[in-house]
């Protein structure tokens, strides 16, 4: 095997494990804030507008960790360092 | 083996296996939250609409991190980046 | 073993094992859903269509990250675009 | 091994793998909405007929998932395509 | 070893893990039912018919997830397409 | 080693394995069932009898799920086709 | 290995591992239906017959699942089909 | 390695994890029976009698599948059927 | 590597796995007891003595299953018949 | 392969999972205390400020952890010493 | 690898993961004793004297298994019948 | 390969591991410590400076152990002696 | 490899993973009493001293699996006779 | 591989995977034991003082299992004795 395509083998596995893994937490994490949210509208209709605001912040704040794994996984797919310089030393040898 | 077909293996299996463990944090977050709704709702049927719009943001925020997955595996069978430097380089050589 | 066979064997288990793991979140997310607009239609009759039409949205929701893995495993057994290519290479070459 | 073997052999283990493990989810599911149903007709005998139709769509919206398994394990045993491709190859070479 | 071989030990394999496999959810999810049937006539005696109709019914739901796995068992034991090929091959080769 | 043994280890390994494994799922879901039969009668001794009746089906329809495991394993120890039609192959060999 | 030696082995790892997992189950469950028995009687005492019956009965069936194991166990060991047949082989060869 | 020495490892691999394996499934349960009986005397230690005769026949059950695997580990050490027919053939060898 | 070392070896790996594999079971199991027996008495002082031998005879229960694994591992290691026939062969070889 | 290889690969699979693994603990523990805050928000609306504040230092402190996981990502990916070494051994060889 | 270093290094190895994993259960299980003496010691600090004494006859019952894998790895360290063996052929050969 | 390349690999994949897999557990520690605190601040206004101090103490001491692993892949990547001691051997051979 | 590195190896990475998984369920069980006991002083104030001693006397038991752990570690690294005895063999070979 | 570059990659990894599975156990019992103290603070705000103290006692102590953790891996690391013995042997050979 050639390196570039180690490199371009372990990059697509990385990548696709990476937000697979990464949406399990996120997911749930915001099934039981939403779930929390949901029955705190329905005991406490007054507060509605409260809630959904800490109910956006906080799953802004869950989905971000969801979101880094994304972000890496477009690194590893369409801007890999390691894969540019091994195509640099490929063009140039 | 060619490198081509290594390309090929490794993204075949990596878009199955996101796809299918992408799936499970989002279907149980969002049994959880659709749960807490239906519950919500029966018990205080005057604020459906609320806790629908709620659910609903919800149910999106969550499902995005399922869409995540379903892209990058579009994105491996479809569009992969490596595969055509590959097949460019085969095509080339 | 040639390349079209490596291909052949690593898209038939892929479909397979996506399908299969697709099939445990949503069946749990929904079973949870369902049980839970079951409940509430017992405590609370009169809002037995709004309960239903959140289920039947909640459902498909779930339903569409089955679905997901189930197009994939389709692509893969059916569509794939790898074994085109190498179909395409065995028959020119 | 020749080629064909090794489809075969591989087609073979996922088609049970699939319809095995594609089994526990919706299982689990239908367990959890047949109970909730049950105990619902228990507490509110007169609703019987409209939990009896919730719980037979919900039943069935699971199911789908396990048969989403059983259709691709039927295929891979009964109309693998890729099976049908190595058999033309082999008996035209 | 000859290509019988494997096709009839990985069909062997594969007819054992598919139906135990196969047992776990739906046992626990007919367990659950019935658990919860039984609760369910215990309080409601009256209901006991509707009860019982709504259980068998559930019952032979789940059930079916485990007779899939038995009837693809049976398949790969009796009527394994892959193996009537291959003897086809052995008795004409 | 020889074709038989090869048929003849994965038959042994997979009967116990098949038999063991598919003891786990019937024997929690049964004592869940007898389990809530014996608080139900406990609570309702007059129902006793329904109670005794509907927990009887429900553990025939568990426990058939571990027959089918037992059947299987039976079947590869006893009765196993493949191992027939290699016996055959070596006598007349 | 000569392959009696081979078919002694797995024999003997396979009739260990199939009575100890199928221990798991039985003994899980049937604590459980014994554990609601015991307090079932402490609840009410009148129903101690009725209850003990239902109870031995359940025990009976749970207890099968690890007899079966350890039937298959005990035939792997002492009554093994494949190990008579390699040894009339050796006996006769 | 000679083979007496493959069915000598293998055993005592086998008898170790037989014995351990089967007391992790009795404990459990056993310890849950006599909670189950310690909580009931404490709330009705009338029945006292009745309790325990229950608890010692349910215990008693429940050790049967631990002493299964005593039984099959100390035959694995002591009474190895496989062992002597070794230990036959290599006095008479 | 010679006869000997190999069943030392492996018998010095099962007796350490045995013994604490078995601990993992009746630790939990006792705990379990022991937690419902003082619970027990703090809620009926006047039944302690009742309490005490019933909790007694439990924990001597559950003990044997780890006083199986103990015992196991003493004979692997003190008095282990493989290890000793392989001796006198290594003496009198 | 070459060093420089080794290292890219490596590193690749790393960040991934580096920051796949560490999403999964930050967002189910921000998923508790945001349930937690938005429940006690709904009871005692009066002290929605405390409450919000509390909660922000907290998801602050649980999402630091997932922060560690992303920098150490990021310096495997754009800023790895390893690698740096090693181009300017190649540059220099 | 001398045989001498096969057992030194077995020895190691299963004399720490002996009593690691043997912590495991007897630190869950005297952590669920001392919760519920304590929590009974506070609900009836009368009885203070009876439940110390049943704690500590508890704890110190499930310590044994605890003291039963520290002797186990303690023997595997300092008094290895086998290594003691293999020092005699050593010194002797 | 090198020792060097060995030595900056499992750095590499070590420090991802460590600092990955040590954020879990106190990401779900500190979630439990800040939802115990915000329910009770919520519960007992009036209490909120004691309840915030000693929630922070906790989370601090909690976070803690998150830091020596992020400590720990700090020095692996940055300040690691064998790697220190390698690059000497290196530059000085 | 020399013996004396074998031995090396196994001795570091044996200590370490024998003091961390020693952590866990020492950790978990000393969380748990002394949450049993904090509950417990807001309980009954009046029984600190008698709650405190118990707690403490409850922790030192628990804490001594982990400490037999640590100990075991500790012999590994600083007085391992196993290395002793190879150093010996070294300095007089 | 020299024998140092053994040693060193082992010791890496080691301290690792020591620090950060031992980070689990600790983590998520302080954060049970911070979780009890900050509840029962809300609910008897006059014991603060003696509930903080307990808590305190309580952290040390399970943090010190953590501690153990982090004084091995800073052993492995930076006092290492196999190590500094491997050094001793490659400066003087």
Do not use: H, K
């Amino acid at each position: 095997m050639t390196d570039l395509v180690i490199i371009a083998a372990i990059s697509i596995f990385t990548a696709g494990m990476t937000v697979s893994f990464g949406a399990l937490g996120p997911a749930l994490g915001e099934g039981r804030a939403a779930a929390a949210a949901i029955a705190a509208i329905a005991q406490q209709p007054d507060a509605a507008a409260t809630l959904s605001r800490t109910l956006f912040v906080s799953l802004a704040m869950i989905e971000s960790t969801a979101i880094y794994c994304f972000v890496v996984a477009m690194i590893l797919i369409f801007a890999n360092p390691f894969w540019d310089a091994a195509m640099q030393v490929a063009a140039g040898g």
